[in-house]
């Protein structure tokens, strides 16, 4: 979502400050904005709504020297996008802030600070904290004191990076449910809402805990936890390569991270399988004896990753023999459930970082779940530092706000999980020693769909003008054509809906007709007689269907039949290598329609608000 840069150093920081907002970009925003301390002690500000290319005309056009500022891309939420709204907020010409999240109650503050004589330049909730840490300072004359006020009276999940201009060589972090993370240099520190933000000045980092807030200066960093005292928070080295985000010869990092899929999910299964079997080191020893005892699976996720729980439930259902439900995070924390014996509760987040997931993660752990499980791409997220136990995907960085290589990742990580938990109920050595061959020829399957590339890319051409598409799937196929419908719909702006193959005579036949391009995922399975007679009914209707199928499909090609030949795949394995083509067809459509493949309209990588 939003993202936060700041920096307090011995040099000059305008530069350190772009550079990160532009590593951020693939947060998704909608305009950006730095604020930075002169050496006379006055904040100057520059704003813009759109990228931060712009960002950075507009700070070129004149001197911005000053060793302490912050910076920040904002992805509207109180507020239509606008210079206006951008963030830095300031108060006078003393405090500014930079926010990511959401204050529930900023209406009632700002009635309370408009009765002390405050006065409003955006449609913001950010801008009460400005002038409540204003208000809070003229009470006490205290930094520290005036900011704990603040949050005290603040509702719902924030990150805030702060600078007051009589204090320059300070530089001030709070988190409450919103990630943020505090570079360590040599004379210099900084703050950003992801460390690939800074990962070009500093490999050594600081992660905030729930309800810290940190005073960082040049040379030391002091942490508070949510009680005011002070704490230490264990310094640690990213290994993460800041050349991932380097497009190279690719034309979007969607497109290259859709080829990076063989390596990502050869990366994901490396020292955790043999040749026959899941290794003790898929987690550890002792956290294997705990999902020895699991009897039954709760699966909570958002979006893309909801989709890979969809499909999990099936694996753990007919592979493992364990009860499995599966729920979206944002509906799961708002109902009252029912905990059965030897569940464990599972979280699937890419970024770690989703605020629902978190949230329900969070509720679970006050029930009577017999252990808690996270799948996530990025070690040092609240998810992972939060769960019992947590599976790492080993993907790398994924910028491209429609996500591909986590996905795939996600599932062959979901399904290692599933022949561990299996192993005591229903799967015996030499069936996961069959499933396991499979694993081990994923990439190189992996790479051959990739093949289909330029056959994809000259079928793309035939969707240019549609406005409507349909995607149709049986079994564990149906949710691998709601994650082709949603690549689709989010990246070329095409409306797209996914159904069980089944249901079109229940409804969605009637949408039908030689404008409603049909998408059929045929894996050679016990539901493939099944789905071709859903076929011929959209065929007999004037309907264009795009078939991706096995090479003994026996539907004939025609003008209105394309069939795109896959591999011949193991049907377990299936879920993850018919997601590929979805991914290209997506891609090059989006391509051709002209629109941002990697940022795509009011959309945002890493949900940190409800």
């Not at 599932?411 to 061959?437: H, P, S």
């Not at 049986?474 to 419908?485: D, K, N, S, V, Y």
């Not at 539907?555 to 591999?567: E, K, L, R, T, Y």
């Amino acid at each position: 979502m939003c993202g936060i840069v700041g920096a307090v150093a011995q040099r000059d920081v305008l530069d350190i400050l772009l550079a990160g907002l532009k590593r951020l970009e693939y947060r998704g925003y909608d305009s950006a904005g730095v604020a930075i301390i002169d050496p006379d002690q006055q904040i100057h500000r520059m704003r813009t709504q759109g990228k931060v290319s712009q960002l950075c005309d507009l700070c070129a056009q004149q001197t911005l020297p000053g060793s302490t500022g912050i910076a920040h891309t904002r992805w509207a939420t109180h507020g239509v996008p606008s210079e206006h709204n951008a963030h830095p907020h300031m108060s006078g010409d003393n405090i500014a802030v930079v926010h990511n999240g959401i204050i529930e109650n900023y209406e009632q503050l700002r009635a309370e600070l408009q009765k002390q004589g405050y006065t409003f330049n955006s449609e913001t909730d950010t801008e009460i904290i400005a002038h409540y840490i204003h208000w809070q300072l003229q009470q006490n004359n205290d930094m520290l004191a005036a900011i704990r006020a603040t949050v005290s009276q603040l509702q719902g999940a924030f990150a805030l990076g702060i600078i007051h201009n009589k204090e320059p060589d300070r530089l001030f972090a709070v988190r409450y449910g919103s990630p943020l993370v505090l570079g360590v240099g040599i004379g210099e520190n900084f703050l950003a809402s992801d460390q690939l933000a800074l990962l070009p000045v500093t490999r050594q980092f600081i992660y905030l805990e729930e309800g810290d807030i940190a005073d960082i200066r040049r040379d030391n960093i002091t942490v508070y936890d949510h009680q005011g005292k002070e704490v230490k928070r264990e310094q640690r080295q990213s290994e993460v390569g800041y050349e991932t985000s380097d497009r190279g010869h690719y034309r979007h990092y969607m497109q290259k991270e859709i080829f990076e899929q063989p390596l990502a999910i050869q990366n994901t299964i490396a020292g955790r399988i043999s040749k026959t079997r899941i290794l003790d080191e898929l987690l550890s020893q002792q956290n294997s004896a705990i999902l020895a005892n699991i009897k039954r699976v709760q699966i909570v996720a958002c979006g893309t990753s909801y989709h890979a729980a969809l499909v999990a439930r099936y694996w753990l259902e007919a592979i493992a023999g364990i009860a499995c439900r599966v729920e979206i995070a944002s509906e799961f924390r708002y109902r009252q459930n029912v905990v059965e014996a030897d569940t464990l509760f599972v979280t699937i987040s890419q970024s770690g970082e989703t605020a629902d997931t978190l949230a329900a993660l969070r509720s679970a752990k006050q029930q009577t779940y017999a252990a808690n499980l996270t799948i996530s791409n990025t070690p040092e997220s609240s998810l992972v530092r939060e769960s019992d136990l947590a599976l790492m995907t080993y993907a790398g960085t994924e910028i491209g706000v429609a996500s591909t290589k986590a996905f795939t990742t996600q599932l062959t990580a979901l399904l290692m999980l599933t022949l561990v938990l299996g192993r005591k109920q229903n799967i015996t050595a030499e069936r996961e020693q069959q499933l396991v061959t499979a694993i081990n020829a994923l990439p190189q399957q992996a790479e051959a769909v990739l093949g289909l590339d330029e056959h994809i890319q000259q079928l793309s051409r035939h969707f240019i003008d549609k406005e409507h598409a349909l995607f149709l799937g049986r079994g564990l196929h149906f949710p691998i054509a709601l994650e082709g419908a949603l690549k689709l719909k989010e990246i070329s702006y095409i409306h797209a809906e996914a159904y069980p193959a089944g249901e079109l005579k229940h409804g969605p036949l009637a949408l039908v007709d030689k404008e409603m391009p049909v998408i059929a995922i045929a894996p050679n399975d016990e539901l493939l007689e099944k789905l071709k007679s859903n076929l011929a009914e959209v065929r007999a209707r004037g309907g264009r269907l795009y078939v991706f199928a096995e090479q003994n499909f026996t539907m004939q090609a025609d003008d209105n039949v394309d069939i795109i030949a896959m591999p011949d795949i193991h049907r377990v394995l299936a879920p993850i290598l018919y997601t590929i083509p979805l991914q290209l067809l997506s891609y090059h459509v989006a391509v051709l329609k002209g629109t941002d493949v990697d940022q795509p309209r009011n959309l945002a990588k890493s949900v940190t608000v409800e």
